[in-house]
C-alpha cells in the first residue's frame, strides 16, 4: 500500500517557535508538495521538489522554506512561526510534473495551530 | 492561467437523493488532466478520478459518475443515492503543460453533507 507518511497530526507551537514538518514517502517519486488548506481557501501550493536538493516556490512561499535531502523525505520550515500560520498543511508526491497523467498522493495532514 | 471553480461552497442532501457536484475550468492548454479528490474528516485526500483532454467518454464507477464536456469546460461529479459516508469535501483539480510553480491547481473545494 503506497504511503505518505506527515510526522504529526496535530501540532501546537508559540509564536516565534522554528517549526519543522516532515513527510516521508515510499513511492520512490519524484516530486514532493507541501500545501496549507484554510477554508474558503481551498489547497494554495506552499513549495514544490522535483529532485533531491532542489525545490521551486510555489503561490504562497513566503514565510516557509523546505529541505530535500533525500529522494523520500521534504520537509517544511516555518523559520519564525506565526498566528497567521494556524493551518492544515498537507504533503503530496507524484511521479510526474505538467500535463501529468498520474495523481498525487497526499499524507493525512498536520493540523498546525500557532498561539 | 489556469483556473478552477467549484461555485458550490456547501451542499446538504438527505441520504438517497443523487447530488451533482460542479466544476468549471480553465486553461489555455490542449493537453491537460482534471482530477477530484475526496477529503473525509480524517483529513487525507483520497484520489478518485482522472481524466485526459482527449477522452470525453463519461465515466461510472458504481455510485459515482464523471460528465466531461470540453465545450463547457467542464468536469462535473455525481453521486448517485447518496450516503452518509459520502460526506466529505472534495475537490476538482487541473493539470496542465504550463502549470509551471503550481503544478497541481485545485478549486476552493464543495463540502458535501449527507444527513441520515
Known sequence: DVKVTQSSRYLVKRTGEK??????QDMDHENMF????DPGLGLRLIYFSYDVKMKE??????GYSVSREKKERFSLILESASTNQTSMYLCASSQSLGAADTEAFFGQGTRLTVV | AQKVT?????I???EKEDVTL???Y???DTTYYLFWYKQPPSGELVFLIRRNSFDEQNEISGRYSWNFQKSTSSF???????QVVDSAVYFCALSDRYSGNTPLVFGKGTRLSVIA
Not at chain 1, 507541501?34 to 488548506?37: A, G, I, M, N, V
Not at chain 2, 462535473?76 to 443515492?81: D, E, K, L, P, V
Open chain 1, 19 to 24: 517549526v519543522f514538518l516532515e513527510c516521508v
Open chain 1, 34 to 37: 507541501w500545501y496549507r488548506q
Open chain 1, 57 to 62: 516556490k510555489g503561490d504562497i512561499p513566503e
Open chain 2, 6 to 10: 467549484q461555485a458550490q461552497t456547501e
Open chain 2, 12 to 14: 446538504s442532501v438527505v
Open chain 2, 22 to 24: 460542479d466544476c468549471v
Open chain 2, 26 to 28: 480553465e486553461t489555455r
Open chain 2, 76 to 82: 462535473n461529479f455525481t453521486i448517485t443515492a447518496s
